[in-house]
C-alpha cells in the first residue's frame, strides 16, 4: 500500500482543517495510507546510514513514499529541514522545499515575478518609514503586509499618511525587527480578486472571491463570498506560466483586477480548497489525490 504524510503544524485541542481531513479520507479510498503529522514529531540525523536518519516521535520509522507539506507561508526553517532531508532520501514532496522556500517569502516572491508579470509595486520598508516617500512611490491607501502570513492574516490597508505613521509608530515601539513589506493598492479590485487552482501543468478551477463587507480583503477564510469565474485562456496563461516560475506543482494563484489586465497579487504553495470545490463543483481532494498517484507511480 502507498504511504505518504501530510505536514502541517497542529495546534492543541484544535480540529484537521477540512482539507486535511478530505485528503485522508479520499486517499483512503483510493488504496493510499495518509498520515497527518507535524513536522516538530520529526526528528533527523545526518549519517551516512541514511534510511535510519528519520525518527518519528523518538522512533526510527519507515519512510513513506511521499509528503505532502501543507504549511504554505508559515513553514519554519525547521520544517524546510526535514523536507529537505526526507527528499534526500528520495522521499517524493508534493512542492518541493526549494518551491516552497521562494514562496513563502511575499518580497522574494514578488522579485521573481516582477520581471516577468504585472505586480503591484511593492517595497521592503525599515522603521522608522517616511510617509512621503511613500507616498510618493505608491500612493495612499497603501497595503501593509508581514513577509510570511496566509488567509489574509499580516495585511493591514492604511488609508492615508496619518494612519500610516500612526500605524508605523506602533510597530516599531511593539517589534521594531518587523519584516514589512508595503504594496501598492489596486483600488479597481477592492473587496474582490480571483484564485486560481493549479495541479500539475493545469488548471482546476477559478473562483471570484469577494467581500461580504465594506473590507478590501475577499479571503473565503475569514467570511469573504465565493462563486465561479469562467477561465479564460489569459487566466490560464498567466497562471500556468507564474506556476511555472515558482517552481511549483500545486498552486493557488491570486489574482487582481487590475485596470489594464489581470495583475498576480501573491501565490501560496499550500492553497485551500473548500472555497473552489463550493464555488466549482469539483473535488479537488479527488484531483489531488490522482495526481499524487500518478507521480508516485
Same mark, same amino acid.
Given at each position: 500500500?502507498?504511504?505518504?504524510?501530510?505536514?502541517?503544524?497542529?495546534?492543541?485541542?484544535?480540529?484537521?482543517?477540512?482539507?486535511?481531513?478530505?485528503?485522508?479520507?479520499?486517499?483512503?479510498?483510493?488504496?493510499?495510507?495518509?498520515?497527518?503529522?507535524?513536522?516538530?514529531?520529526?526528528?533527523?540525523?545526518?549519517?551516512?546510514?541514511?534510511?535510519?536518519?528519520?525518527?518519528?516521535?523518538?522512533?526510527?520509522?519507515?519512510?513513506?513514499?511521499?509528503?505532502?507539506?501543507?504549511?504554505?507561508?508559515?513553514?519554519?526553517?525547521?520544517?524546510?529541514?526535514?523536507?529537505?532531508?526526507?527528499?534526500?532520501?528520495?522521499?517524493?514532496?508534493?512542492?518541493?522545499?526549494?518551491?516552497?522556500?521562494?514562496?513563502?517569502?511575499?518580497?522574494?516572491?514578488?522579485?521573481?515575478?516582477?520581471?516577468?508579470?504585472?505586480?503591484?509595486?511593492?517595497?521592503?520598508?525599515? @522603521?522608522?518609514?517616511?510617509?512621503?516617500?511613500?507616498?510618493?512611490?505608491?500612493? @495612499?491607501?497603501?497595503?501593509?503586509?508581514?513577509?510570511?502570513?496566509?488567509?489574509?492574516?499580516?495585511?493591514?490597508?492604511?488609508?492615508?499618511?496619518?494612519?500610516?505613521?500612526?500605524?508605523?509608530?506602533?510597530?516599531?515601539?511593539?517589534?521594531?525587527?518587523?519584516?514589512?513589506?508595503?504594496?501598492?493598492?489596486?483600488?479597481?479590485?477592492?473587496?474582490?480578486?480571483?484564485?486560481?487552482?493549479?495541479?500539475?501543468?493545469?488548471?482546476?478551477?477559478?473562483?471570484?472571491?469577494?467581500?461580504?463587507?465594506?473590507?478590501?480583503?475577499?479571503?473565503?477564510?475569514?467570511?469573504?463570498?465565493?462563486?465561479?469565474?469562467?477561465?479564460?485562456?489569459?487566466?490560464?496563461?498567466?497562471?500556468?506560466?507564474?506556476?511555472?516560475?515558482?517552481?511549483?506543482?500545486?498552486?493557488?494563484?491570486?489574482?487582481?483586477?487590475?485596470?489594464?489586465?489581470?495583475?498576480?497579487?501573491?501565490?501560496?504553495?499550500?492553497?485551500?480548497?473548500?472555497?473552489?470545490?463550493?464555488?466549482?463543483?469539483?473535488?479537488?481532494?479527488?484531483?489531488?489525490?490522482?495526481?499524487?498517484?500518478?507521480?508516485?507511480?
Amino acid at each position: 500500500m502507498m504511504k505518504g504524510w501530510i505536514l502541517q503544524k497542529q495546534v492543541y485541542g484544535k480540529e484537521p482543517s477540512y482539507e486535511t481531513l478530505k485528503l485522508i479520507e479520499t486517499a483512503k479510498q483510493a488504496g493510499i495510507e495518509l498520515e497527518l503529522h507535524d513536522p516538530r514529531q520529526i526528528e533527523i540525523i545526518v549519517t551516512q546510514d541514511d534510511r535510519k536518519s528519520v525518527l518519528l516521535d523518538d522512533k526510527i520509522t519507515k519512510l513513506p513514499d511521499f509528503i505532502f507539506p501543507r504549511m504554505g507561508a508559515t513553514t519554519s526553517y525547521f520544517a524546510l529541514a526535514v523536507i529537505r532531508h526526507l527528499e534526500r532520501l528520495g522521499v517524493y514532496s508534493v512542492n518541493s522545499s526549494e518551491a516552497i522556500e521562494k514562496v513563502k517569502d511575499k518580497l522574494f516572491q514578488m522579485q521573481i515575478l516582477a520581471e516577468k508579470f504585472p505586480v503591484p509595486k511593492t517595497i521592503m520598508v525599515k @522603521f522608522p518609514v517616511n510617509a512621503d516617500i511613500v507616498a510618493k512611490k505608491l500612493g @495612499f491607501p497603501v497595503i501593509i503586509k508581514t513577509l510570511s502570513g496566509s488567509q489574509g492574516s499580516g495585511v493591514i490597508l492604511s488609508h492615508d499618511a496619518q494612519s500610516f505613521e500612526d500605524l508605523g509608530n506602533l510597530i516599531q515601539i511593539t517589534n521594531p525587527n518587523a519584516e514589512i513589506i508595503l504594496q501598492e493598492f489596486i483600488s479597481s479590485s477592492k473587496g474582490r480578486d480571483l484564485r486560481v487552482f493549479v495541479i500539475g501543468n493545469r488548471v482546476v478551477g477559478c473562483m471570484e472571491r469577494y467581500a461580504t463587507d465594506d473590507s478590501f480583503k475577499a479571503n473565503f477564510s475569514r467570511g469573504g463570498g465565493v462563486r465561479y469565474f469562467e477561465v479564460t485562456p489569459e487566466i490560464e496563461k498567466l497562471a500556468l506560466s507564474v506556476t511555472s516560475e515558482l517552481g511549483l506543482e500545486i498552486s493557488g494563484v491570486d489574482l487582481l483586477f487590475g485596470e489594464d489586465g489581470y495583475m498576480i497579487c501573491e501565490v501560496n504553495s499550500s492553497p485551500g480548497f473548500k472555497g473552489m470545490e463550493q464555488a466549482t463543483g469539483k473535488d479537488v481532494a479527488q484531483e489531488l489525490v490522482d495526481y499524487i498517484k500518478s507521480k508516485v507511480n
